[in-house]
């Protein structure tokens, strides 16, 4: 084992208090505001201004000009909200009316299976009640030209539903676009 030696004590302690004692407290910052200008340079401006009657007439300029940019940028900040805000609700009516018409597309779907089904099975039993090749025969055709001709009309159905659906639920962004286009254009 190493000794190690004790450590010593300084006398800082005691200086330290001896100087926070006399030192000010520290004074915390004001609240500050937003101005345009710093307010030195305001007054630096004013100063100049009576003893220089042209650099007056520049700072009025200066000011009218930096209001005017503010007010521009608040009615254009203003109408971007107001344009954000209407384009999401034309998009939210847009996937309501998406949602509202898959279902009714899926629940067509459904309907279109089972009738199928139900018929698949009407044709089984008519196959099965045949007694002859020529019957049996028959019947298959019967059954391909009636499954043929249903499979072409759920098509159809199906397809309609889609182009009604999607028409539908474009209208809303459409009108979107269409008043959108019309700010751009005046």
Do not use: H, W
């Not at 330290?16 to 345009?36: E, G, L, M, Q, R």
């Not at 954000?84 to 899926?106: D, H, L, Q, W």
């Not at 199928?116 to 090749?133: F, Q, V, Y």
């Amino acid at each position: 084992m190493t000794n190690k030696p004790p450590k010593k004590k300084a006398d800082k302690p005691a200086a330290a208090a001896t100087k926070s004692a006399t030192a000010p407290k520290a004074v915390k910052p004001a609240k500050s505001t937003v101005i345009p200008f710093a307010p030195v340079a305001a007054e630096a401006f004013r100063a100049i201004g009576q003893t220089a009657p042209e650099l007056k007439t520049y700072y009025n300029a200066m000011e009218t000009t930096m209001s005017n940019y503010k007010d521009q940028y608040e009615k254009m900040s203003g109408d971007a909200s107001s344009a954000m805000r209407s384009s999401m609700e034309s998009y939210v009516r847009f996937g309501t009316s998406m949602m509202k018409g898959s279902e009714a597309i899926i629940k067509a779907c459904m309907e279109l299976a089972q009738d199928s089904a139900e018929r698949n099975s009407a044709a089984l039993k008519t196959l099965m009640a045949c007694r002859t090749l020529n019957e049996a025969a028959e019947a298959q055709n019967k059954m391909a030209q009636a499954s043929m001709d249903e499979a072409m009309s759920a098509a159809s159905k199906i397809s309609e539903m889609t182009i009604k659906v999607c028409t539908e639920a474009c209208e809303p962004l459409n009108e979107q676009m269409t008043k959108a286009m019309g700010k751009m254009s005046a």
